[in-house]
T-cell receptor, first 113, second 116 residues
Framework: DAKTTQPPSMDCAEGRAANLPCNHS???????VYWYRQIHSQGPQYIIH???NNETNEMASLIITEDRKSSTLILPHATLRDTAVYYC??????????????FGKGTLLTVNP | GAVVSQHPSWVICKSGTSVKIECRSL??????MFWYRQFPKQSLMLMAT?????????EQGVEKDKFLINHASLTLSTLTVTSAHPEDSSFYIC????????????FGSGTQLSVL
Protein backbone atom coordinates (compact mmCIF):
# COMPACT_ATOMS: atom_id res chain seq x y z
CA ASP A 1 0.00 0.00 0.00
CA ALA A 2 1.20 3.52 -0.80
CA LYS A 3 2.61 5.61 2.00
CA THR A 4 0.81 8.77 3.08
CA THR A 5 2.07 11.97 4.67
CA GLN A 6 -0.10 14.16 6.87
CA PRO A 7 0.66 17.15 9.08
CA PRO A 8 0.78 16.08 12.72
CA SER A 9 -1.66 18.71 13.90
CA MET A 10 -4.03 21.44 12.73
CA ASP A 11 -6.35 23.94 14.37
CA CYS A 12 -9.68 25.18 13.13
CA ALA A 13 -12.25 27.63 14.45
CA GLU A 14 -15.69 26.30 15.20
CA GLY A 15 -18.09 26.88 12.32
CA ARG A 16 -15.30 27.23 9.77
CA ALA A 17 -14.28 24.71 7.17
CA ALA A 18 -11.49 22.34 8.14
CA ASN A 19 -9.22 21.33 5.27
CA LEU A 20 -7.00 18.36 6.04
CA PRO A 21 -4.29 17.59 3.47
CA CYS A 22 -2.74 14.24 2.63
CA ASN A 23 0.15 13.50 0.32
CA HIS A 24 0.30 10.12 -1.41
CA SER A 25 2.74 10.69 -4.24
CA UNK A 26 3.42 6.97 -4.80
CA UNK A 27 -0.23 5.98 -5.17
CA UNK A 28 -0.95 3.36 -7.80
CA UNK A 29 -3.73 3.48 -10.33
CA UNK A 30 -5.84 0.88 -8.52
CA UNK A 31 -5.44 2.34 -5.04
CA UNK A 32 -8.20 4.24 -3.29
CA VAL A 33 -7.93 7.00 -0.72
CA TYR A 34 -9.76 6.36 2.56
CA TRP A 35 -10.32 8.67 5.48
CA TYR A 36 -11.10 7.58 9.04
CA ARG A 37 -11.10 9.54 12.24
CA GLN A 38 -10.63 8.60 15.88
CA ILE A 39 -12.09 10.62 18.68
CA HIS A 40 -10.15 10.29 21.91
CA SER A 41 -10.50 6.88 23.59
CA GLN A 42 -12.89 5.56 20.95
CA GLY A 43 -12.63 3.27 17.96
CA PRO A 44 -12.03 4.81 14.53
CA GLN A 45 -14.94 5.90 12.37
CA TYR A 46 -15.13 5.69 8.59
CA ILE A 47 -15.58 9.06 6.89
CA ILE A 48 -15.26 8.75 3.13
CA HIS A 49 -13.26 7.18 0.33
CA UNK A 50 -12.57 7.83 -3.35
CA UNK A 51 -10.51 6.87 -6.38
CA UNK A 52 -10.14 9.93 -8.60
CA ASN A 53 -13.38 11.85 -8.62
CA ASN A 54 -14.31 14.19 -5.83
CA GLU A 55 -16.69 12.64 -3.34
CA THR A 56 -19.17 14.08 -0.88
CA ASN A 57 -21.32 12.54 1.80
CA GLU A 58 -23.13 13.72 4.91
CA MET A 59 -19.91 13.96 6.86
CA ALA A 60 -17.34 15.45 4.52
CA SER A 61 -16.02 16.08 1.04
CA LEU A 62 -12.94 14.49 -0.49
CA ILE A 63 -11.00 16.39 -3.12
CA ILE A 64 -8.41 14.38 -5.04
CA THR A 65 -5.96 16.17 -7.32
CA GLU A 66 -5.92 15.29 -11.00
CA ASP A 67 -2.57 13.50 -10.71
CA ARG A 68 -3.91 11.71 -7.57
CA LYS A 69 -0.75 12.46 -5.66
CA SER A 70 -2.57 14.34 -2.94
CA SER A 71 -6.02 14.83 -1.50
CA THR A 72 -7.88 17.06 0.92
CA LEU A 73 -10.61 16.12 3.35
CA ILE A 74 -13.01 18.97 3.94
CA LEU A 75 -15.31 19.29 6.95
CA PRO A 76 -17.51 22.16 5.79
CA HIS A 77 -18.61 23.47 9.17
CA ALA A 78 -16.39 22.11 11.90
CA THR A 79 -17.84 21.63 15.39
CA LEU A 80 -16.14 20.91 18.69
CA ARG A 81 -17.16 17.26 18.29
CA ASP A 82 -15.00 17.04 15.17
CA THR A 83 -11.87 17.28 17.32
CA ALA A 84 -10.13 13.98 16.57
CA VAL A 85 -7.19 12.33 14.86
CA TYR A 86 -7.84 12.01 11.14
CA TYR A 87 -6.20 9.21 9.21
CA CYS A 88 -5.62 9.18 5.47
CA UNK A 89 -5.08 5.64 4.16
CA UNK A 90 -4.31 4.48 0.66
CA UNK A 91 -4.96 0.92 -0.38
CA UNK A 92 -6.24 -1.32 -3.09
CA UNK A 93 -9.98 -1.75 -3.05
CA UNK A 94 -11.35 -5.08 -1.87
CA UNK A 95 -8.71 -7.68 -1.20
CA UNK A 96 -10.88 -10.57 -0.13
CA UNK A 97 -10.21 -12.08 3.26
CA UNK A 98 -6.86 -10.33 3.44
CA UNK A 99 -8.47 -6.91 3.47
CA UNK A 100 -6.94 -4.81 6.21
CA UNK A 101 -6.22 -1.18 6.99
CA UNK A 102 -2.83 0.09 8.07
CA PHE A 103 -2.98 3.32 10.04
CA GLY A 104 -0.28 5.99 9.99
CA LYS A 105 0.12 8.76 12.56
CA GLY A 106 -2.69 10.92 11.21
CA THR A 107 -3.49 14.57 11.87
CA LEU A 108 -4.82 15.78 15.20
CA LEU A 109 -7.48 18.32 14.35
CA THR A 110 -8.43 20.60 17.20
CA VAL A 111 -11.57 22.65 16.73
CA ASN A 112 -11.52 25.73 18.92
CA PRO A 113 -14.58 27.65 20.16
CA GLY B 1 -26.02 1.56 10.57
CA ALA B 2 -23.69 -1.32 11.27
CA VAL B 3 -22.73 -1.66 14.91
CA VAL B 4 -19.76 -3.41 16.45
CA SER B 5 -19.94 -4.00 20.17
CA GLN B 6 -16.80 -4.57 22.19
CA HIS B 7 -16.78 -5.75 25.78
CA PRO B 8 -15.53 -4.92 28.31
CA SER B 9 -14.77 -1.23 27.87
CA TRP B 10 -12.05 -1.39 30.45
CA VAL B 11 -10.48 -4.07 32.59
CA ILE B 12 -7.89 -4.15 35.34
CA CYS B 13 -6.17 -7.42 36.08
CA LYS B 14 -3.25 -8.80 38.02
CA SER B 15 -0.04 -9.77 36.32
CA GLY B 16 -0.08 -13.41 35.25
CA THR B 17 -3.83 -13.67 34.74
CA SER B 18 -5.68 -13.98 31.43
CA VAL B 19 -8.19 -11.53 30.04
CA LYS B 20 -10.80 -12.13 27.35
CA ILE B 21 -12.16 -9.36 25.14
CA GLU B 22 -15.26 -9.89 23.02
CA CYS B 23 -16.12 -8.28 19.72
CA ARG B 24 -19.60 -8.69 18.29
CA SER B 25 -21.16 -7.49 15.07
CA LEU B 26 -24.70 -6.74 16.19
CA UNK B 27 -26.62 -6.38 12.97
CA UNK B 28 -24.50 -7.98 10.30
CA UNK B 29 -22.37 -11.03 9.68
CA UNK B 30 -18.64 -10.55 9.61
CA UNK B 31 -16.51 -13.22 8.01
CA UNK B 32 -13.44 -11.20 8.83
CA MET B 33 -12.61 -9.22 11.95
CA PHE B 34 -9.43 -7.41 12.88
CA TRP B 35 -7.71 -6.74 16.19
CA TYR B 36 -5.64 -3.64 16.78
CA ARG B 37 -3.59 -2.39 19.70
CA GLN B 38 -2.91 1.24 20.49
CA PHE B 39 -0.45 2.66 23.00
CA PRO B 40 -0.87 6.21 24.35
CA LYS B 41 -0.26 8.93 21.76
CA GLN B 42 0.47 6.34 19.09
CA SER B 43 -1.43 5.08 16.08
CA LEU B 44 -3.31 1.81 15.80
CA MET B 45 -1.20 -1.24 15.18
CA LEU B 46 -2.79 -4.24 13.51
CA MET B 47 -2.26 -7.38 15.55
CA ALA B 48 -4.15 -10.04 13.66
CA THR B 49 -6.87 -10.86 11.18
CA UNK B 50 -9.60 -13.12 12.49
CA UNK B 51 -11.39 -15.35 10.00
CA UNK B 52 -14.56 -17.20 10.90
CA UNK B 53 -14.00 -20.94 11.11
CA UNK B 54 -10.26 -20.81 10.54
CA UNK B 55 -7.06 -19.82 12.29
CA UNK B 56 -6.23 -16.19 12.73
CA UNK B 57 -3.46 -14.56 10.74
CA UNK B 58 -1.02 -12.70 12.97
CA GLU B 59 1.13 -9.75 12.00
CA GLN B 60 4.86 -10.04 12.29
CA GLY B 61 6.08 -9.71 15.85
CA VAL B 62 2.75 -10.57 17.48
CA GLU B 63 2.90 -13.70 19.65
CA LYS B 64 0.05 -15.98 18.68
CA ASP B 65 0.36 -18.04 21.85
CA LYS B 66 0.01 -14.93 23.97
CA PHE B 67 -2.82 -13.30 22.06
CA LEU B 68 -5.34 -16.06 21.38
CA ILE B 69 -8.01 -15.25 18.83
CA ASN B 70 -11.17 -17.23 18.31
CA HIS B 71 -13.75 -16.49 15.63
CA ALA B 72 -16.26 -19.27 16.15
CA SER B 73 -19.29 -17.56 14.63
CA LEU B 74 -20.05 -14.92 12.02
CA THR B 75 -20.86 -12.38 14.71
CA LEU B 76 -18.30 -13.00 17.44
CA SER B 77 -14.54 -12.85 17.72
CA THR B 78 -12.63 -12.99 20.99
CA LEU B 79 -9.13 -11.95 21.94
CA THR B 80 -7.59 -13.53 25.01
CA VAL B 81 -4.47 -11.99 26.47
CA THR B 82 -2.82 -14.86 28.28
CA SER B 83 -0.50 -14.44 31.26
CA ALA B 84 -0.83 -10.70 31.04
CA HIS B 85 2.05 -8.47 32.08
CA PRO B 86 2.20 -4.71 32.65
CA GLU B 87 3.69 -4.19 29.18
CA ASP B 88 0.46 -5.63 27.73
CA SER B 89 -1.43 -2.66 29.13
CA SER B 90 -2.91 -0.95 26.11
CA PHE B 91 -6.07 0.04 24.25
CA TYR B 92 -7.36 -2.90 22.22
CA ILE B 93 -9.76 -2.26 19.34
CA CYS B 94 -11.62 -4.68 17.13
CA UNK B 95 -13.14 -4.03 13.74
CA UNK B 96 -15.37 -5.97 11.40
CA UNK B 97 -15.79 -6.00 7.69
CA UNK B 98 -19.40 -6.05 6.64
CA UNK B 99 -19.32 -8.27 3.60
CA UNK B 100 -22.04 -6.43 1.76
CA UNK B 101 -20.32 -3.10 2.30
CA UNK B 102 -16.78 -4.26 1.98
CA UNK B 103 -15.15 -0.91 1.42
CA UNK B 104 -15.23 0.24 5.01
CA UNK B 105 -14.54 -1.26 8.38
CA UNK B 106 -16.72 -0.81 11.44
CA PHE B 107 -14.89 -0.46 14.71
CA GLY B 108 -15.72 -1.31 18.28
CA SER B 109 -15.37 1.28 21.01
CA GLY B 110 -12.20 -0.30 22.35
CA THR B 111 -11.05 -1.97 25.57
CA GLN B 112 -8.59 -0.31 27.91
CA LEU B 113 -6.52 -3.03 29.58
CA SER B 114 -4.47 -2.21 32.65
CA VAL B 115 -2.25 -4.95 34.07
CA LEU B 116 -1.02 -4.36 37.59
Amino acid sequence: DAKTTQPPSMDCAEGRAANLPCNHSTISGNEYVYWYRQIHSQGPQYIIHGLKNNETNEMASLIITEDRKSSTLILPHATLRDTAVYYCIVRVRGGGSNYKLTFGKGTLLTVNP
Amino acid sequence: GAVVSQHPSWVICKSGTSVKIECRSLDFQATTMFWYRQFPKQSLMLMATSNEGSKATYEQGVEKDKFLINHASLTLSTLTVTSAHPEDSSFYICSARRDSVAEKLFFGSGTQLSVL
